[in-house]
């Protein structure tokens, strides 16, 4: 296949993974059985199993990185679609995904790709330098992980951050958050932007929608923030599982009290898809209280996604300047330079150039 592949290719039966047996970090061996230390999820893995995530598996004795360097989604997106509002504004980042993923939620919007292992789906070779180099040839700013959970092919991440970062490209993780802290620091030392998927704040609905735990995604948003990566945080509202209003409110303060007032918000609309094909779209007026308790809880900048009519423009804090105007995923600068508000220099926060 060639490097067009488009997110969210089928799943086919024909496999194009090769032979070659990628060594997985972050594990270690007891007996013949494998201990994966990459996630919360702790997998134990005998001869021959694959972990919870479909990626990484035990081929005798040695913990295996099933997709390494085979992506079965290639693009070049618009860095608004990750969302990233507030990182390299109207330019394009190579996005890349393989299958695999360490979570199961039930709304998944990918899951043809997320829910399948990388010998399942069409891939196409793309080792870290050939990565790299179609990204700048496309007049990529960035290159995104993206589309599954990049963090159970985090060693691909890692050695094509590396060689991106080297050729001046900048580096963008969209997770969900579900990682160990020794591998997430690892991560952190060559990302630049990263968007996590805080799915909710309640430890039930994590565990009966997502199958995980809060807690851990909780602590990959501090550490990120910690790591001076840029963060933005998307919250997809399902009805009847996290449009609590009380839910949203504690969410928020949290938000501010652990990650800062300037951190982006995005409320996301959810659409029937996978399993929850039985629920309604997210109302619009559900995302406008959301906002709503947001913006009373001090957060600076609240965003609404996958509403096309509900304004997503940013504006100065000081003076109240349209900084960026959007449309869709159309963006145009208006008054930011340098990552400056052009009429009163208040700077705004973000990862606005090189």
Known sequence: MSLTAIAGAAVSGGAQVSGKNYQARFWH??????????????????????????????????????????????????????????????????????????????????????????????????????????????????????????????????????????????????????????????????????????????????????????????????????????????NLVVPQWNDDQKMIREMCRWIKHNLGSSIPLHFSRFFPLYKLTNLYPTPAQTLENARKIALEEGLHFVYIGNVPDINSDTHCLSCGELLISRKGYYTELNALTGGVCAKCKTPVPGLWGS
């Not at 989604?73 to 509002?85: M, N, Q, T, W």
């Not at 990529?140 to 959970?149: A, F, G, Q, V």
């Not at 991440?157 to 591998?183: C, F, H, M, W």
């Not at 039930?204 to 840029?230: C, D, F, I």
Request: with cysteine; net charge positive.
């Open 29 to 234: 061996k007891s007996g013949d059985a494998v201990y994966c230390e990459l996630c919360p999820h702790g997998c134990v893995l005998p001869e021959g199993k694959t972990g919870i995530c479909r990626n990484r598996k035990n081929v005798k004795g040695t913990l295996i990185s099933l997709g390494y360097a085979y992506p079965c989604a290639i693009h070049s997106d618009p860095v608004e679609k990750k969302p990233l509002y507030h990182m390299l504004p109207g330019t394009k980042t190579f996005s890349l995904g393989i299958a695999g993923c360490n979570l199961r939620c039930k709304n998944c919007q990918n899951y043809n790709i997320s829910q399948s292992s990388p010998l399942q789906t069409n891939n196409s070779y793309l080792p870290p330098e050939k990565a790299v180099e179609e990204a700048i040839k496309r007049g990529c700013s960035s290159i995104s992980y993206t589309y599954s959970e990049p963090v159970v092919w985090i060693e691909y991440v890692l050695d094509t951050a590396l060689l991106a970062r080297k050729a001046g490209l900048k580096n963008i993780l969209v997770s969900s958050g579900y990682i160990n802290q020794e591998p997430l620091v690892e991560l952190c030392k060559v990302i630049d932007g990263a968007n996590i998927d805080l799915k909710s704040f309640d430890n039930n609905v994590y565990h009966n929608l997502n199958a995980g735990k809060l807690e851990p995604v909780l602590q990959t948003l501090m550490t990120s923030r910690k790591a001076g990566v840029w963060v933005e945080v998307v």
